[in-house]
């Protein structure tokens, strides 16, 4: 089993930007799906964006197309969201996730991280 461990989140004020990073051990990712979710208070856990395993195909939230970017290193067994255009409705403690295929659902993801939170302040 994977070990999933995400940093980068903070306090950010509105139209900020924050990096969010996401290092797995145990075991290599490097052929595995990727996934970012968030999960806000009172609400459901949802889905921002998703990575292939070589990163030529990625999906994303509506919510956050155009201003939230991922990516991965598989050399560093690390995925990142870079988010930009930050707003107050982005607050939200931020997980990633190992899945099996470019799905939106929790269902579709295995392994997940402890989370981190982002906090945008308007």
């Known amino acids: 089993q994977v070990r999933l461990v995400e940093s980068g989140g903070g306090l950010v004020q509105a139209g900020g930007s924050l990096r969010l990073s996401c290092v797995a051990s145990?075991?290599?990712?490097?052929?595995?799906?990727m996934g970012w979710f968030r999960q806000a208070p009172g609400k459901e856990r949802e889905f921002v964006a998703t990575?292939?395993?070589?990163?030529?195909?990625?999906n994303y939230a509506d919510s956050v197309k155009g201003r939230f970017t991922i990516s991965r290193d598989n050399v560093k067994n690390t995925v990142y969201l870079q988010m930009n255009s930050l707003k107050a409705d982005d607050t939200a403690v931020y997980y990633c996730?190992?899945?099996?295929?470019?799905?939106?659902?929790?269902?579709?993801?295995?392994?997940w991280g402890q989370g981190t939170q982002v906090t945008v302040s308007s």
């Open positions: 990575i292939s395993w070589s990163g030529g195909a990625t």
């Open positions: 996730a190992r899945g099996r295929g470019l799905g939106a659902t929790t269902k579709e993801y295995e392994d």
């Open positions: 145990g075991r290599s990712i490097s052929m595995s799906v």
